[in-house]
Each structure stands twice: as C-alpha cells, then as structure tokens.
C-alpha cells in the first residue's frame, strides 16, 4: 500500500507563508504527476497545483493561487512541495497530497491543516 506524507500545515496570519510537504514511500518517478487539493469546510476538494515527474507535459495552478503558490519537487529527498505565499484567510483548508499513476489510478495523503488567520 503506498502512503503518501504530509507535513507542514499551521497556523498563520494573513499575508505570511507555508510550505508544505509530500513524501511518497514509493519512489516520485512511479507516479506520472503529483498535485496537492485542499477542501475547506462545506466546500469540495478542489485542485490547488500539479505537476509531472517528469519533464514533457505542464504545471498547472489553480486561478486563485498563480503567482502566489508554487510546486516544486526535490528528486533526491523523494519530496514534493507546495510553497505558500503572500496566504489569505481564504486559504484555509486542509491540504491533501496526491499521487498518480501512469494508468491514471491516484493514491491520497492523509491531510494536513492550513489555517491563515486575518
């Protein structure tokens, strides 16, 4: 079973930063992407950021994160990270890793909790 580890989430005011945190117990170069959702309270998980694990295809953000959010991973470290900026109340959520495959089939990290006070 591979799990996926999360780490990084907190408390913090409006207009400071995170960095979140990703480390699969399979090797990244299994998975054809990475990406981390978030799911506030009473909305739906939603897609913050994707990327390949490999060069050839794109990096994709959500509209409401571009310029401000950026994923990024450290082959070496078998990590993948989601760094967080200039942060909006907004953006409070608990933020999910996600790992998938080549045959398209995911696997999910158990969460961890963003919370931006204004």
């Known amino acids: 079973q591979v799990q996926l580890e999360e780490s990084g989430g907190g408390l913090v005011q409006a207009g400071g930063s995170l960095t979140l945190s990703c480390v699969p117990s399979?090797?990244?170069?299994?998975?054809?992407?990475m990406a981390w959702h978030r799911q506030a309270p009473g909305n739906q998980r939603e897609l913050v950021a994707s990327?390949?694990?490999?060069?050839?295809?794109?990096?994709n953000y959500a509209d409401s994160v571009k310029g401000r959010f950026t994923i990024s991973s450290d082959n070496p470290k078998n990590t993948v990270y989601l760094q967080m900026a200039s942060l909006k109340p907004e953006d409070t959520a608990v933020y999910y890793c996600?790992?998938?495959?080549?045959?398209?089939?995911?696997?999910w990290g158990q969460g961890t909790q963003v919370t931006v006070s204004s």
């Open positions: 399979w090797n990244i170069f299994r998975f054809s992407r």
């Open positions: 996600q790992g998938i495959l080549p045959s398209g089939y995911t696997y």
């Open positions: 990327m390949p694990t490999r060069s050839g295809s794109s990096t």
